[in-house]
């Protein structure tokens, strides 16, 4: 005989899984006792859309799926931190495996499915949701919710929105016509591009209690997420790819299985900063060990509105001297490092080797002075994309690339790799082994700069399903190069901030926030970066230039503080107190930084806004918190931050930089800790340390 329910309570939040009607549904998830999710019709712990089945009522919606519905307990197994179960179509045979993982000691919870065909004949799966539940924050009205999301675009990265629930789900009066609505508000990603136009991350809050709920997708390619009223409340949804949105299928023979997209939840009492700190800790605890996350190197690249892509002997080294005299600790040299041709190298790339006109000495001369100088050499390789003029395109089959329609895909003079074929993998290991083998390469920036579309349908039922197959060949192809090279760092970066997920940076040291060349534009990107990326892995560009003034280079220098330094700028020619302005920012990081790579973020001006004139990011644990604040013009030249309420009464310092004329004090706003701050030039910031004491700074 069955149980009714399942309670699982692996840490700080619990769930309960209803099986009254035989099917099992996410009944209850709270934490520390109050409760988030509780539908009073809960759904189904998966739903799916099966060929022929459909859904229970026509709309634009992930749920209410017949298969959903149709799917019986069957057992559990229950351990520590993890809850699998296994229901079962009698049907048709399909059998769903779902495993919930809990992060240990945050209210986070990582869950993935495998669908299994145990019947006799093909089953066509359309889509499968990572993750479904109903009834969310239950217990308040719908216009007390406020709903979270981030626009993310091409030097426009990390621009969180908000709006209450009526604002993007209209009352219909639901009464009257007995049936639920037919829309929802939704975000995809579409593509090879995980992140073009929106991040793959979602918070509602409960603006009466600050009881909030939210979630990562953690995939390399397309998904969809999807919230909608029913009669118990919002439900969410979601997903990887899709048939409607991505072209994608999957058709399953007898015996042949289908793995979901994994997806992390988060559940706070503490609001939106409850949510990201939980999100914070599973992104830390879910990626594979490496020794920058504990180290956190200072990196200069070459490329940020200094050399651009055209490097040479007689550039770069003077610049590695320069930045190795500033405290930096990795040294990079960004793209066209391989040009030697007249007529340009973004469609002649592929084949990964040096230009003998550029360094007349070779490049291994370069790399052996930056190894000298005590700095890690990197480079810049842009490993999935082969230009059509380059001689890899004629040597590779066309299988080994993107294929629609019989022809190889073109976008923007590139062809792109197929890394299900072991020709483009062996092509991609020979050139990795090449650089770290043979020039002794410590550091790679990996980049991608075509979004080329829907996928492939080369040895592939849909466009999509190819797309799938070759996003997850590129984790595999990247296990392999850690496992192979376990010293070698890897940055993400496509374009900056186009492809910012977790099935990526599970794998990867780093991530670009940015290629955004404006540094008064650089804050709001910076500051929200740590909302969906480590601290320690957002890596944002400081540039300062001799041309700068001294509050520039500081405004600049601030960018990469609390995250991953990512310095440049021509530092070579810089007057002696610049360059000692910018040493001081890099000593100061480097004092500080193993905090970086513990706390968890906070904004004490709420998320910053595209255009707003006051910025400020926070990281804190319970006794100390770096805080860094911009002013960006306006009239107004002083500000409060909110503080979180482990710091009544606290000390303040600056930390950078040590000659300001800023002024600060603390304060009380509503009963709560606040900073006020005046900064007197129209652009102008620092770097805060606020540490919780027995009294009151300036007492």
């Keep these: ?242 048939e409607t949105e991505h072209d994608w299928y999957a058709r399953l023979a007898p015996g042949e299985e289908f793995t979901t997209v994994p997806a992390t939840i988060a559940l706070s009492a503490d609001g939106f900063d409850g949510v990201v700190a939980a999100l914070t800790t599973a992104r830390r605890l879910g990626r594979r060990p490496h020794h920058d996350h504990t180290r956190l190197p200072v990196i200069f690249n070459d490329y940020m509105n200094t050399l651009m892509g055209d490097p040479t002997t007689a550039k770069l080294l003077p610049l590695i001297d320069a930045a190795a005299d500033a405290g930096a600790e990795t040294f990079c040299i960004d793209a066209g490092w391989y040009d030697d041709d007249s007529d340009g190298w973004w469609d002649s790339v592929g084949a990964w080797e040096p230009a003998t006109n550029r360094f007349p000495g070779g490049l291994a001369q370069v790399i052996q002075h930056i190894r000298d100088r005590g700095m890690v050499p990197g480079l810049w390789l842009e490993p999935e994309v082969v230009g059509v003029r380059s001689a890899v395109a004629e040597l590779l089959p066309d299988e080994a690339f993107f294929q629609r329609h019989g022809r190889r895909v073109v976008e923007h003079g590139r062809f792109h790799l197929d890394l299900r074929h072991p020709l483009a993998r062996k092509h991609l290991d020979e050139v990795i082994d090449r650089l770290v083998d043979g020039l002794g390469i410590g550091y790679l920036k990996l980049d991608h700069n075509i979004n080329i579309g829907v996928g492939t349908d080369h040895d592939a039922i849909t466009a999509g399903a190819g797309m799938l197959g070759h996003n997850r060949a590129l984790l595999q192809w990247l296990d392999s190069v850690l496992d192979n090279h376990p010293d070698l760092t890897l940055e993400n970066c496509a374009s900056g901030g186009m492809r910012v997920d977790y099935a990526m940076l599970s794998r990867l040291q780093l991530q670009s926030t940015s290629d955004q060349q404006d540094f008064r534009r650089y804050p709001p990107i910076a500051a929200a970066a740590a909302a969906a990326v480590a601290p320690e892995q957002a890596a944002s560009w400081a540039y300062p230039q001799p041309s700068f003034t001294d509050e520039e280079i500081v405004f600049t220098m601030t960018a990469g503080l609390l995250g991953r330094l990512h310095l440049s700028g021509h530092l070579d020619k810089m007057s002696a107190a610049q360059l000692a302005l910018v040493t001081e920012a890099v000593d100061a990081y480097r004092a500080y930084r193993q905090f970086i790579a513990t706390a968890v973020p906070f904004w004490p001006l709420g998320l910053p806004r595209w255009e707003d004139e006051w910025i400020a990011h926070g990281l804190r644990d319970d006794q100390q918190a770096l805080v860094a604040v911009w002013r960006r013009g306006g009239d107004t030249d002083t500000c409060t931050l909110r503080l979180p309420e482990a710091f009544t009464r606290s000390r303040v310092d600056v930390v950078y930089p040590a000659e300001t004329d800023a002024a600060f004090e603390l304060v009380e706003t509503d009963g709560a800790p606040a900073l006020r701050i005046t900064l007197p030039n129209s652009h102008q910031a620092l770097i805060l340390s606020v540490r919780s004491s027995g009294r009151r700074s300036n007492e």
């Design 1 to 242: 005989m069955p149980p009714h329910e399942i309670h699982w309570s692996p840490g700080p939040f619990s769930l309960v899984l209803s099986l009254a009607d035989g099917t099992a549904r996410l009944s209850r998830a709270s934490i520390r006792g109050q409760d988030v999710i509780r539908p009073s019709e809960p759904l189904p712990l998966v739903e799916l859309g099966v060929a022929g089945s459909g859904r229970s009522w026509s709309a634009r919606r992930y749920a209410d799926s017949v298969a959903g519905g149709q799917l019986t307990y069957r057992q559990h197994t229950m351990e520590a931190e993890t809850l699998s179960i296994t229901s079962v179509d009698e049907g048709c045979g399909l059998t769903v495996i779902t495993t919930l993982s809990a992060v240990p000691g945050v209210g986070a919870i990582r869950t993935q499915s495998s669908i299994v065909n145990g019947g006799a004949q093909d089953i066509d799966l359309e889509w499968v949701t990572s993750a479904v539940w109903a009834g969310t924050l239950a217990g308040s009205p719908l216009e007390s919710l406020r709903l979270w999301w981030a626009d993310n675009d091409w030097l426009a990265e990390n621009r969180w929105q908000s709006a209450t629930t009526r604002e993007f789900l209209p009352d219909l009066h639901r009464a009257v016509h007995e049936h639920d609505p037919r829309g929802n508000f939704s975000r995809t990603a579409l593509g090879a591009w995980s992140s073009d136009g929106s991040l793959p991350l979602g918070v509602i809050v409960d603006e009466s209690t600050n009881t909030a709920v939210g979630w990562q997708l953690e995939h390399n390619g397309g998904w969809h997420w999807q919230a909608g009223e029913r009669s118990d409340g919002l439900y969410v949804s979601l997903l990887g790819p899709t």
